[in-house]
């Protein structure tokens, strides 16, 4: 079951910042981030793998809600770097496959 | 230290032809994941596999498409008789063994083209 994410898209300004959402129905059992920028790979940000759980790389961060079903990702006094699109990621069916989300797309102006 | 490898960048097949994409995972890592993308859209999961083994195939389509990760060599995908809504760009990922609790490491993908 694919995850759902929010917003689909967000426009920025040098310096702010933004939140991007993952959700499921279902409790996750692990949440990957993943950027990818027009025409690259994804690159792997982070990984939450206990409820409840925050992690930190440099200014962005994410948290894992203690029921497991939704994660956050916070990007802060966001960079012209952080421009590209956003993916969280789960393992379904215990870990057999993996599904991401549709992708938000984070565009910041200088 | 090499990443993720994948060959070619672009590949270009007139229908009905087939199409091999190769994936050399990093050093240590013995799962592959491969993954098809549409422009603008998001990743499609198509399979899972290790070495000499196909955990899951359940996104990849029953007919014309194959995959395999042999205990030598790197993992290939197959698509036989090709038609053009075949044409996407083609990931794939390595990860330590650890289903779904390590990171996935992607390669520069394939980008199929059909005429």
């Known amino acids: 079951q694919q995850p759902v994410q929010s917003p689909q898209a967000v426009i920025l300004r040098e310096g702010e910042d933004a939140v991007i959402n993952c959700s499921s129905s279902?409790?996750?059992?692990?949440v990957h981030w993943y950027r990818q920028k027009h025409g690259e790979a994804p690159i792997f940000l982070m990984i939450?793998?206990?409820?409840?759980e925050q992690k930190g790389h440099d200014k962005i961060s994410a948290s894992f809600n203690e029921k497991k079903q939704q994660s956050s990702l916070y990007l802060t006094a966001s960079q012209l770097s952080y421009s590209g699109t956003y993916f969280c990621?789960?393992?379904?069916?215990?870990?057999?496959?993996?599904?991401f989300g549709p992708g938000t797309r984070l565009s910041v102006l200088p | 230290n090499a990443g993720v490898m994948q060959n070619p960048r672009h590949l270009v097949r007139r229908r009905g032809q087939e199409a091999r994409l190769r994936c050399s995972p990093m050093?240590?890592?013995?799962?592959v994941y491969w993954y098809r993308q549409l422009p603008e859209e998001g990743l499609k999961f198509m399979v899972y596999?290790?070495?000499?083994?196909?955990?899951?195939e359940s996104g990849m389509p029953k007919e014309r498409f194959s995959a395999e990760f042999p205990k030598e060599g790197p993992s290939i995908l197959r698509i036989q008789q090709v038609v053009r809504g075949d044409s996407a760009a083609y990931f794939c990922?390595?990860?330590?063994?650890?289903?779904?609790?390590?990171?996935?490491?992607f390669g520069d993908g394939t980008r199929l083209s059909i005429l």
């Open positions: 279902k409790a996750l059992y692990s």
């Open positions: 050093k240590g890592h013995s799962h």
């Open positions: 990621g789960t393992p379904d069916n215990y870990g057999q496959n993996f599904v």
């Open positions: 939450l793998l206990k409820g409840g």
């Open positions: 990922a390595s990860s330590p063994p650890g289903q779904g609790n390590q990171p996935q490491h």
């Open positions: 596999l290790q070495k000499e083994n196909i955990i899951d």
